[in-house]
């Protein structure tokens, strides 16, 4: 599913620079200041900030009807829902409303019982054992209407607006007709999805509820029982109140570079709509190495081709490229996030047209195909600069081999420890040597980070369980997936020693995933696995599982296993001959090297100057610069995500 090593090279000589700006503004770092004298914030929002979730129940006459198990349909959904907001946050934004519950007939008859506020589980209850089902279907006014019920996030917040459609049947009403009602909601703001589930239903009344989930940019979960339905209802709620958390200054790119805002380094926020271009400004000096890194995160499961893109780059003058890079999905089951980074890495010479001072342009670009979600994708961006080491310091040799860290590696075993995942860079849960336990759901991507330093190297194998299927779930496969990044965000390929993907059934799969060691002069090597693993800090781990996988597991979630190995001494810095560090227990109560202190070359994850400059605070990681790739940094280059 990748693409292969040497066509990447160009934007990996510096494309992981970008990420590690991004790793330390959302760590201890100053906020870096934005155009407008606003400080680029670095704190974590509240679970669910700016996210809320509407349920629209089917009440309609049909849901009077037995479902096979001498209960009625309407029976089963209020259980359902029940335990739907039995799982949720506490606090979560959550309401109800219901159609055809007031009235035999009317395609009017939508009303909101509980409205969206901070989540109370027994009105939530007491709103659903109420209705009693009556009248006619209006989705497409329902869907409309519980928009409406849906708060816009405040202060700038990006956050998922979900909601939840649950009905036995199709729209009778008409007008408005539910298709173009959600392809409407779908392209107007970023953060809105619908869900549907269908209870018990097919032919038209299914294909009806799968397009309103594809232009709604969200998924359509089957529930042919009670079971089911309570377990796709779990799904479609938790992974709206799971959302990516995101942090950054608000900024709005151009589409064209004459009036593009003029950033500083530091984290930003932005979108994207389909077949758009972002433009964004820098003053750049001769000397400086300079990256960029953009992280676009769709829907979880919304449509996407396998190769819709998202493309990096930084442009110098009349149009003078110094490097592209783009990322894909490489699947088409559905959204994932995406990261695509790019780097200027001035040649020792300076005799490059991108090596000159002046106004540069970073441009970020997305490409979608025909019938994939056309909703604007949220955007974190990050823009930094690195100086050099100090004088006179010698770096260590580059590792560029796997050792004793490629895939016949022994890994620790024993009884996993349990874990929860976060759900970004940002929120990325630490974990050390040992073997951890996590649930997920079907199109849901987990985060991890692992502390790794000078010398060391992250080695780790994700496996996915054993676990009860429905009936014929073993015959459909899903995917399962990890990816590895560096400290800066740069996703590590695998080399050709691991692969990142593997089948999924329901039967157990695993997935052997690593890095070579950590080393200053990796950053000379060509191959893309090897050339971004230059600097110590927190290396990435997530983990997806497929959307199909909803067709296939009986529990709402489904388990999976990391075990995690750090390998090798940690040195006390980049330099040759660097002494090994005294090791500590970190606080998972594992056996490390100490924090990275920079060592005598002043690089290091930790060994941050901050230095003011043009009315902002300017964020520089001393120690980075990257003389290999230079004859190719126009190359673009092709990668997919985790």
Known sequence: ???????????????????ALLALVAGALPAAAVPGGAPATSETPPPGSGSSLVMVLDSSGSMGDDDSTGRTRMESARTAVGTVVDGLPDGYPTGL?????DRPRGCTDTTLVQPVQRLDREAVKRAVAAVQPKGDTPIGLSLQKAAEDLPRPAGGAIGTRTILLISDGEDNCGTPQPCEVAERLGKEGVGLRIDTVGFQVKGAAREQLECIAAAGNGRYYDAPDAEALARQLQRASQLSADGYRFRGARVEGTATGAAAPVLVPGQYLDTIGPGEKRYYAVDLDAASTVDFSATAVPQPGAAVDTFDALRTGIVYGTGSSCGTDTAHFYQKEGATPLTSAVARIPAEKGNHA?????????????????????????????YGVEAALKKGVTPAQSQPGYGKGGKDAVLPAGDPRDVRGGTGFNDAEELGRGVWRDRILPSQTLWYKVPAGWGQQVRYDVEFANEPTVERGTSTYSYGATQLFTPARFPLTGGGEFTSTAMYNGRPSAIRMGGVPVAWTNRYEYRSHVQPVHAGGDFYISVTLGA???????????????RVSVLGDELAGPEHHAPVLAKKADKKGNSSGAEDSGGTGGAGWTGIAAAAGAGAVVVVIAGLVSVRGRRRRATQTTRGSA
């Open 1 to 19: 599913m990748r693409a292969r090593d040497d066509h990447r090279r160009t934007a990996t000589a510096g494309a992981w620079i970008g990420g």
């Open 354 to 382: 991108c090596d000159r001072a002046g106004r540069y342009w970073l441009v970020v670009e997305r490409e979608s195909k025909k019938g994939s979600d056309a909703a604007p994708w949220p955007l974190e961006l990050l």
């Open 97 to 101: 409303r219901v159609y055809g519950a």
């Open 548 to 562: 199909r996988a909803a067709d296939i597991a009986e529990n709402p979630q489904i388990g999976v296993v990391l």
